[in-house]
C-alpha cells in the first residue's frame, strides 16, 4: 500500500525565515515518483516538482530547493528567506503507476510580514 | 489558453437534491480525476478515468456518479446518497505517462443544507 504523511498540520514562520516541510512516504514499489503542489487560498493545486525514485539528485529552484532521500523515504521542500507570497498550503504526493495519486493530508503555511 | 475549467465556483443544493459539477479540459489528457477536499484531510480520490468510456471508483465513490462521452469532459452527480456532501471538489487531468503530474481546476465549493 501506498501512504503519505505530512506530520506538520500548521506551520507559521515570520518572512524571510527558512522553512522547511517534511514528507515521508511508504511504498513498496521501487519506480515510483514523488511531487509537491501549492494549494494557495483560491483553492487551486499549483505543481511545484516531480521526481522520480532513481533520481536523489537534490534540487534548487530560486528560494526552494528540495531534498530527496530514499534511506529515510522522505522528500523535504524547503523555502528560503520565505514571503508572504508563500503563504499556502503544500502537498506531497506519490504515484506509483501514474493511475492514482496519493496525496499526504498537507501542511498549511502561514508567513507573517 | 489550455486548462481546467470548473464550473460554477459555489454551488448550493437542498438536501436530497442530486447535483451536478462540471469539469472540461482542453489540454489533450488521457486521464482525469475527482477529488473532494475537506479540512485536515488533504485530497481523496472519488473517480478517476484513464480513456473514455471507462472510469474507475477512487477511495470514496459512494454516493458518487461520473461519466466520460468525450475526452475534454468528465462531469461528478453528487447524489443524495452522499451523505456529507458539503466540500471543495477539484478535477485534474494528466497526460499519459507514469511520471506525469497531475493539473488542477479552480474547484467548485459545493454546500448542501
Known amino acids: 500500500a501506498q501512504k503519505v504523511t505530512q506530520a506538520q498540520t500548521e506551520i507559521s514562520v515570520v518572512e524571510k525565515e527558512d522553512v522547511t516541510l517534511d514528507c515521508v512516504y511508504e511504498?513498496?514499489?521501487?519506480?515510483?515518483?514523488l511531487f509537491w503542489y501549492k494549494q494557495p487560498p483560491s483553492g487551486e493545486l499549483v505543481f511545484l516538482i516531480r521526481?522520480?525514485?532513481?533520481?536523489?539528485q537534490n534540487e534548487i529552484s530560486g528560494r526552494y530547493s528540495w531534498n530527496f532521500q530514499k534511506s529515510t523515504s522522505s522528500f523535504n521542500f524547503t523555502i528560503t528567506a520565505s514571503q508572504v507570497v508563500d503563504s499556502a498550503v503544500y502537498f506531497c504526493?506519490?504515484?506509483?503507476?501514474?493511475?492514482?495519486?496519493?496525496f499526504g493530508t498537507g501542511t498549511s503555511l502561514t508567513v507573517i510580514p | 489558453d489550455g486548462g481546467i475549467t470548473q464550473s460554477p465556483k459555489y454551488l448550493f443544493r437542498k438536501e436530497g437534491q442530486n447535483v451536478t459539477l462540471s469539469c472540461e479540459q482542453n489540454?489533450?489528457?488521457?486521464?482525469m480525476y475527482w477529488y473532494r477536499q475537506d479540512p485536515g484531510q488533504g485530497l481523496r480520490l472519488i473517480y478517476y478515468s484513464q480513456i473514455v468510456n471507462d472510469f474507475q471508483k477512487g477511495d470514496i465513490a459512494e454516493g458518487y456518479s461520473v461519466s466520460r462521452e468525450k475526452k475534454e469532459s468528465f462531469p461528478l452527480t453528487v447524489t443524495s446518497a452522499q451523505k456529507n456532501p458539503t466540500a471543495f471538489y477539484l478535477c485534474?487531468?494528466?497526460?499519459?505517462?507514469?511520471?506525469?503530474?497531475?493539473?488542477f481546476g479552480p474547484g467548485t465549493r459545493l454546500t448542501v443544507t
Open positions: 521526481r522520480n525514485s532513481f533520481d536523489e
Open positions: 489540454l489533450n489528457h488521457d486521464a
Open positions: 511504498t513498496r514499489d521501487t519506480t515510483y515518483y
Open positions: 485534474a487531468s494528466r497526460p499519459t505517462g507514469p511520471s506525469n503530474e497531475q493539473y
Open positions: 504526493a506519490l504515484s506509483v503507476t501514474g493511475n492514482q495519486f496519493y
